[in-house]
Each structure stands twice: as structure tokens, then as C-alpha cells.
């Protein structure tokens, strides 16, 4: 993943999220990628290098697992050694000068990267082993004999007799897999600034946006917008240093237009669970937690990252989101929450590094921060495994009894059961599963096992409201859609395959 927001799949948590695609507990790691362009981006000078507020003075001392860490251990269960590689070709020495890149403490001439066409060849090194026998370059006789697969441009394989073995399996996917692969390198566009465009205030009322092809139709000179990506310097640029031929134009429009939605996904998600809730953005200033935020929604992030939700709800009283997770990356957001309402018409993010119940306490409590309208979590991932689940459960308590109105987000049907079945193992009243209708557009390989089917983000939702009895007051009066439930699924029920809810 290029740009490394999303994406690719990891983890948010009380504890960490898990990797897009598995039920084992394998959250990723912000890709090499994505560390990669962050690097790069403040050496040479690609996009304008935001000024960093200070952190704050007190940290909590508690921490949750470490996502990154987890997903290079899965990475390693898929491929022996590929978690070295990554490390090596970022020019680290050890997991813990990843983690000093992702959280800011190193710049990218600690680690060699100094030019574009560095910045993509180390990029496509780390996807170099073979898809069948899963060797590395290191591991075969002659390092450069991984050829890739012409079709996809994604995998690769040691020789004929791998992907002979092979074909049956990824002829499935290889389709997709070449989408991935070109969004993948098309991603550094949101890094530059030129993905996503700008957008105008919506056109039809929020609840008449139905989903992606209603959101696209509202945007004017579409066509010329994205006219001007393509001929933008940037996309020059990577076409000129990714080692790879330049795709036709109508297949460029097309990834542009999935990373837009992969972009505005969290955000119109956020606006969706309003909606869900009748939480009305129009009648006073709102607050929205979002627990378990990594470095999938704060790398690289920017101020107005949100700001779509000002364009879903023209003169909305103000807005703040609070990035709330352990694993929150330095930058414009690492600012303190507000303890007063967010400014008229605007959205306001900022940030906590540390664990939901511990910023409940010091901050919610104390009156530091809001209490807030709507709590939203983006794959937080606790079906993954007891460790995980471990580190959410405070959270997850702390949801259900303050009766706060929570949205979670997950990959799969097969993950939305899993999910399911453990809140309703721990008493918590679902209001309502369904389809996300602006879930993202762009498909996700799971990074060590790319012949799977890709994975969307926010593919399900599930809204959740205090504990399961007594009835919630108020909760009749959601709003009636798609996947609203009239009675509470049972464990037994969600555990054998039945989702009435799901679109």
C-alpha cells in the first residue's frame, strides 16, 4: 500500500486491529510502502512538510499489543523471513527502527531513501517471493531469477514449474490482483496531495446519497478533475520511476476513482452512523471518538482529512473527531481534544495516544475532552484472537455501559460473524448489521498470501447501544433501513450462519 492510510489493513484497538482477509491473528503492519513514501516524502520533497504541535507532556503507561509487531510475526508464519526483508530494504536494523520511522523519530536519510525511483524499487522488493513455494531472492540460486506474473503485475514465482502449480489457484484472482497492484503504486497521489480532488457541498440531502454512484454524481467536471490528475507532475513522475509501463488512461481513472472512495470512506461512514443513530449534526456541535485509531487512519493525515463531512451536512454546528489508539502517529493531529464545543461549520480532529478507557478516565471524565455523540471503530479486529479480545474488553465494557451509540467496521461476512457472535457473548445490544454503502472501492490483498480474494475496507457495519436488556430507551427511534433488526440475533444463531440483517 503506496500510501499506507488504509489501509492495508491493520490495527486499531483498545488492543490491534487484524490483517484485511484473516480469522488468525495477523493485524499488518503499516506496509514498507507506506513507510517507505513517508520517508521519501520529507527528503525530497514531494509534498509540503506539515509543522508537528508538541505531543502531550503525560503518556499512559498501559499499552495495548503491539499491531505492528503482531503483523510481523503473521507476515513471518506466511513467508519465513519476509519481515527481514522489509526491515532491509528500508535500511533497518531492527523492528525497532520501524517503529521509531512510524512514529516519527526518524527521517528517511536514516534509512537511504533518498529518491523516487529508490522510493518504488524498494516498494515492489518487498513483494518478491515466490507465490507457490514462498522463497525469497536469498533463498534461490540465482536472487533474480523471481519472475513476474505478466497478466496481474503482482506475484511472482521462482520458475515455470511454480506457476504452472499454481495457475489453478490464482487464475481466480489474478484479475483483481492486478487492481491492487496499480492502486498500490497510484496511492503515493494521495501522499503529494493530488488524490483526493476537492469535492463541493452535496447537492441532494445526506439521507437521499445511497452510495458511491449517488456520490460521484454530484460532483461537477468530474471528468476534468480527474483530467487533471492524470496530467498532473506527480503522476509523471511515478510512471517515469515505478519500472513498470504506463497503464492506459481509462485504467488510471479507474484507480483514481477507487482511492478517492478509499479516501472519503472513513468519513462518510462516520456520516452513515449519524444517520443510523438519528444524531442530527444540524442541532448542536457533535463529538466522535474513533477508538482504536493506528496509524491506518493518522499516518500522514491532515486537518481536513474530514472535511467531506462539512459537505454532507451544510451547516453542521461543528464537529470534532478524536483519534483515539495506541498506536496514533505524530503529526497536525497530535493536538489536545477540545473541551469545548468544535467551531460552527467546521470539523476539528485531534488526537490521544493511549487506551480508550484510560482516556475516558483522564480526559471524558475530568471534563478535558466530550463526551461523545457517536463512537466509531474502523476493523478493530478483537474476534482475531484472546489477546486482542483482551485488550478491548475494558473498551468494549465501557461502550456498553454508558449506553454510548457505536458504528464498528469489518472486512468480511466471514469477520462480521465472528464479531457478532462475541458481542453477543459479552451482552451488548446490536441494533443493526448490514452492508456499508460507502465502504471502499479498493481491493486489498492479504500481503503475505495474495492468491486469496481481496478484501474491502469497511465492507460490514455493525451499530451497537448498551447492554441488551433492559431495552434502551430511545432506541425505537432509529432510523429504518437496511439491516436494522427487529429482535437480538443469538450466538447460537450468528455462529451457525444466519445474518438477517446483512443487504
Same mark, same amino acid.
Given at each position: 500500500?503506496?500510501?499506507?492510510?488504509?489501509?492495508?489493513?491493520?490495527?486499531?484497538?483498545?488492543?490491534?486491529?487484524?490483517?484485511?482477509?484473516?480469522?488468525?491473528?495477523?493485524?499488518?503492519?503499516?506496509?514498507?510502502? @507506506?513507510?517507505?513514501?513517508?520517508?521519501?516524502?520529507?527528503? =525530497?520533497?514531494?509534498?509540503?512538510?506539515?509543522?508537528?504541535?508538541?505531543?502531550?507532556?503525560?503518556?499512559?503507561?498501559?499499552? =495495548?499489543?503491539?499491531?505492528?509487531?503482531?503483523?510481523?510475526?503473521?507476515?513471518?508464519? /506466511?513467508? !519465513?523471513?519476509? *519481515?527481514?526483508? %522489509?526491515?532491509?530494504?528500508?535500511?533497518?536494523?531492527?523492528?525497532?527502527?520501524?517503529?521509531?520511522?512510524?512514529?516519527?523519530?526518524?527521517?528517511?536519510?536514516?534509512? &537511504? +531513501?533518498?529518491?523516487?525511483?529508490?522510493?518504488?524499487?524498494?516498494?515492489?522488493?518487498?513483494?518478491?517471493?515466490?507465490?507457490e513455494?514462498?522463497?525469497?531472492?536469498? @533463498?534461490?540460486?540465482?536472487?533474480?531469477?523471481?519472475?513476474r506474473?505478466?497478466?496481474?503485475? /503482482?506475484?511472482?514465482?521462482?520458475?515455470? @514449474?511454480?506457476?504452472?502449480?499454481?495457475?489453478?489457484?490464482?487464475?481466480?484472482?489474478?484479475?483483481?490482483?492486478?487492481?491492487?497492484?496499480?492502486?498500490?503504486?497510484?496511492?503515493?497521489?494521495?501522499?503529494?496531495?493530488?488524490?483526493?480532488?476537492?469535492?463541493?457541498?452535496?447537492?441532494?440531502?445526506?439521507?437521499?446519497?445511497?452510495?458511491?454512484?449517488?456520490w460521484?454524481?454530484?460532483?461537477?467536471?468530474?471528468?476534468?478533475?480527474?483530467?487533471? +490528475?492524470? =496530467?498532473?507532475?506527480?503522476?509523471?513522475?511515478?510512471? @517515469?520511476?515505478?519500472?513498470?509501463?504506463? !497503464?492506459?488512461?481509462?485504467?488510471?481513472?479507474?484507480?483514481?476513482?477507487?482511492?478517492?472512495?478509499?479516501?472519503?470512506?472513513?468519513?462518510?461512514? +462516520?456520516?452513515?452512523?449519524?444517520?443510523?443513530?438519528? %444524531?442530527?449534526?444540524?442541532a448542536?456541535?457533535?463529538?466522535?471518538?474513533?477508538?482504536?485509531?493506528?496509524?491506518?487512519?493518522?499516518?500522514?493525515?491532515?486537518?481536513?482529512?474530514?472535511?467531506?463531512?462539512?459537505?454532507?451536512?451544510?451547516?453542521?454546528?461543528?464537529?470534532?473527531?478524536?483519534?483515539?489508539?495506541?498506536?496514533?502517529?505524530?503529526?497536525?493531529?497530535?493536538?489536545?481534544?477540545?473541551?469545548?464545543?468544535?467551531?460552527?461549520?467546521?470539523?476539528?480532529? *485531534? *488526537?490521544?495516544?493511549?487506551l480508550?478507557?484510560?482516556f475516558?478516565?483522564?480526559?471524558?471524565?475530568?471534563?478535558?475532552?466530550?463526551?461523545?455523540?457517536?463512537?466509531?471503530?474502523?476493523?478493530?479486529?478483537?474476534?482475531?484472537?484472546?489477546?486482542?479480545?483482551?485488550?478491548?474488553?475494558?473498551?468494549?465494557?465501557?461502550?456498553?455501559?454508558?449506553?454510548? !451509540?457505536?458504528?464498528?467496521?469489518?472486512?468480511?461476512?466471514?469477520?462480521?460473524?465472528?464479531s457478532?457472535?462475541?458481542?453477543?457473548?459479552?451482552?451488548?445490544? +446490536?441494533?443493526?448489521? =448490514?452492508? /456499508?454503502?460507502?465502504?471502499?472501492?479498493?481491493?486489498?490483498?492479504?500481503?503475505?498470501?495474495?492468491?486469496?480474494?481481496?478484501?474491502?475496507?469497511?465492507?460490514?457495519y455493525i451499530?451497537?447501544?448498551?447492554?441488551?436488556? $433492559?431495552?434502551? $430507551?430511545?432506541?425505537?427511534?432509529?432510523? /429504518?433501513?437496511?439491516?436494522?433488526?427487529?429482535?437480538e !440475533?443469538?450466538?447460537? &444463531?450468528?455462529?451457525?450462519?444466519?445474518?438477517?440483517?446483512?443487504?
Open positions: 500500500m503506496a500510501g499506507g492510510r488504509r489501509r492495508g489493513g491493520s490495527g486499531r484497538r483498545g488492543a490491534p486491529r487484524q490483517h484485511p482477509g484473516t480469522l488468525t491473528p495477523a493485524p499488518a503492519p503499516a506496509s514498507p510502502s @507506506a513507510t517507505a513514501t513517508t520517508m521519501t516524502q520529507r527528503n =525530497a520533497g514531494a509534498a509540503p512538510k506539515p509543522g508537528r504541535t508538541k505531543k502531550p507532556a503525560k503518556e499512559p503507561a498501559a499499552r =495495548a499489543p503491539d499491531v505492528d509487531s503482531l503483523g510481523f510475526q503473521a507476515m513471518d508464519r /506466511n513467508v !519465513p523471513g519476509l *519481515s527481514h526483508v %522489509i526491515l532491509q530494504k528500508l535500511n533497518m536494523k531492527s523492528y525497532e527502527d520501524y517503529k521509531s520511522a512510524m512514529d516519527g523519530r526518524k527521517s528517511g536519510s536514516d534509512f &537511504g +531513501i533518498r529518491t523516487y525511483f529508490e522510493m518504488f524499487q524498494k516498494m515492489e522488493d518487498t513483494f518478491k517471493f515466490c507465490a513455494c514462498k522463497k525469497l531472492p536469498d @533463498a534461490l540460486p540465482d536472487p533474480k531469477s523471481l519472475r506474473c505478466k497478466r496481474c503485475q /503482482n506475484v511472482y514465482y521462482c520458475g515455470v @514449474a511454480c506457476q504452472r502449480a499454481n495457475w489453478p489457484l490464482h487464475k481466480k484472482f489474478c484479475k483483481k490482483l492486478k487492481l491492487v497492484a496499480l492502486d498500490r503504486l497510484v496511492e503515493w497521489l494521495v501522499f503529494t496531495g493530488d488524490i483526493p480532488f476537492p469535492t463541493e457541498t452535496w447537492t441532494k440531502p445526506a439521507w437521499d446519497v445511497e452510495g458511491w454512484e449517488d460521484f454524481s454530484m460532483q461537477e467536471q468530474l471528468e476534468e478533475k480527474l483530467g487533471a +490528475i492524470l =496530467a498532473g507532475r506527480y503522476m509523471t513522475l511515478l510512471w @517515469a520511476n515505478a519500472g513498470k509501463p504506463r !497503464p492506459e488512461d481509462r485504467e488510471l481513472r479507474d484507480s483514481i476513482r477507487r482511492l478517492v472512495t478509499d479516501f472519503h470512506s472513513r468519513p462518510l461512514t +462516520i456520516g452513515l452512523g449519524l444517520r443510523l443513530f438519528s %444524531i442530527e449534526p444540524l448542536k456541535a457533535l463529538t466522535v471518538h474513533v477508538v482504536g485509531a493506528s496509524h491506518v487512519e493518522t499516518l500522514n493525515a491532515r486537518l481536513t482529512d474530514y472535511d467531506e463531512l462539512t459537505r454532507m451536512f451544510p451547516g453542521h454546528r461543528g464537529m470534532e473527531v478524536v483519534m483515539v489508539g495506541v498506536d496514533v502517529v505524530d503529526g497536525p493531529i497530535m493536538r489536545p481534544p477540545l473541551a469545548t464545543p468544535a467551531p460552527w461549520g467546521r470539523v476539528y480532529l *485531534s *488526537s490521544y495516544k493511549g480508550y478507557h484510560d475516558w478516565e483522564s480526559h471524558v471524565e475530568t471534563k478535558l475532552a466530550s463526551r461523545p455523540d457517536l463512537v466509531v471503530g474502523f476493523h478493530p479486529g478483537f474476534h482475531a484472537c484472546p489477546d486482542l479480545l483482551a485488550g478491548w474488553l475494558p473498551t468494549l465494557l465501557l461502550l456498553r455501559d454508558y449506553r454510548l !451509540p457505536v458504528l464498528f467496521t469489518v472486512y468480511s461476512e466471514q469477520e462480521l460473524k465472528s457478532l457472535q462475541l458481542l453477543v457473548e459479552l451482552e451488548m445490544h +446490536i441494533m443493526g448489521y =448490514a452492508t /456499508n454503502p460507502f465502504a471502499s472501492l479498493r481491493p486489498e490483498q492479504v500481503y503475505s498470501s495474495p492468491n486469496k480474494a481481496p478484501v474491502y475496507c469497511s465492507s460490514y451499530a451497537l447501544l448498551g447492554p441488551v436488556a $433492559p431495552a434502551v $430507551p430511545g432506541a425505537e427511534d432509529l432510523e /429504518n433501513g437496511d439491516g436494522w433488526l427487529g429482535e !440475533p443469538s450466538a447460537a &444463531g450468528v455462529a451457525g450462519g444466519i445474518t438477517p440483517g446483512l443487504a
